[in-house]
């Protein structure tokens, strides 16, 4: 079974709770949405493999550690995930980014896929899968599927805001994915809402209702 890391940095707790505040407004809220995920980059790149070079530094010729060369990708959940891309590529500037686009049918429920866009070599990189809420887990589940249907191997998703609920979800279809949570939340609502959450993420960057 994948891990589930919540995050317990005093800068994240501190920061979502102004994320969380219906008080705050789309531009301070975005800002934050992207400190919150490059502070999340570091921890879920924390595995990263290194290896060994010789730089000179101005005293001397000496032997330190780089990143191995892995690839990386960004693949945010349209439309919401796009809040967490920059921040992520403060710290993995390198890292190429792709898309995917869900709705859900409304006779079935299930998603379905509108839009997927990904690199070229998907199957040779660590894919790092952005969706700020997961509520039923239903999109990051679909959305994961659609990446290993296209031959991504080795994929994490990242999560502002977790219910119980849609990690469940994840992990009983995708027991090979890494979570990482800003929060894990109570619940979800009778409308499929985190409680307490933060509301419509989407609409909350984007200023839409």
Same mark, same amino acid.
């Given at each position: 079974m994948g891990k589930v890391t919540e995050m317990n940095h005093p800068l994240i707790k501190h920061k979502l709770?102004?994320?969380?505040d219906i008080n705050t407004g789309a531009k301070e809220f975005r800002e934050m949405v992207k400190e919150v995920?490059?502070?999340?980059?570091?921890?879920v790149t924390r595995d990263l493999p290194l290896e060994e070079i010789e730089v000179e530094t101005p005293i001397q010729k000496t032997k330190s550690q780089?990143?191995?060369g892995?690839?990386?990708?960004i693949v945010p959940i349209l439309r919401a995930g796009l809040g967490m891309v920059e921040g992520m590529l403060n710290l993995l500037p390198a890292a190429k980014v792709g898309h995917v686009g869900l709705y859900r *049918?409304?006779?079935?429920?299930e998603p379905v896929e509108y839009y997927c866009k990904l690199?070229?070599?998907v199957e040779e990189r660590d894919l790092i899968v952005l969706d700020p809420m997961l509520a039923t887990g239903g999109s990051a589940k679909a959305a994961i599927q659609f990446l290993k249907d296209r031959g991504a191997t080795a994929i994490k998703l990242a999560c502002l805001i977790a219910a119980p609920e849609g990690i469940k979800v994840v992990q009983d279809a995708?027991?090979?994915? *890494?979570i990482y949570v800003g929060a894990i939340d109570e619940k979800l609502n009778d409308h499929a809402y985190i409680v307490p959450g933060l509301g419509d993420a989407g609409d909350r960057l984007f200023g839409t209702k």
């Amino acid at each position: 079974m994948g891990k589930v890391t919540e995050m317990n940095h005093p800068l994240i707790k501190h920061k979502l709770t102004f994320i969380r505040d219906i008080n705050t407004g789309a531009k301070e809220f975005r800002e934050m949405v992207k400190e919150v995920s490059m502070l999340m980059a570091y921890e879920v790149t924390r595995d990263l493999p290194l290896e060994e070079i010789e730089v000179e530094t101005p005293i001397q010729k000496t032997k330190s550690q780089v990143i191995s060369g892995k690839k990386l990708g960004i693949v945010p959940i349209l439309r919401a995930g796009l809040g967490m891309v920059e921040g992520m590529l403060n710290l993995l500037p390198a890292a190429k980014v792709g898309h995917v686009g869900l709705y859900r *049918d409304p006779e079935t429920l299930e998603p379905v896929e509108y839009y997927c866009k990904l690199p070229s070599d998907v199957e040779e990189r660590d894919l790092i899968v952005l969706d700020p809420m997961l509520a039923t887990g239903g999109s990051a589940k679909a959305a994961i599927q659609f990446l290993k249907d296209r031959g991504a191997t080795a994929i994490k998703l990242a999560c502002l805001i977790a219910a119980p609920e849609g990690i469940k979800v994840v992990q009983d279809a995708h027991p090979d994915v *890494d979570i990482y949570v800003g929060a894990i939340d109570e619940k979800l609502n009778d409308h499929a809402y985190i409680v307490p959450g933060l509301g419509d993420a989407g609409d909350r960057l984007f200023g839409t209702k």
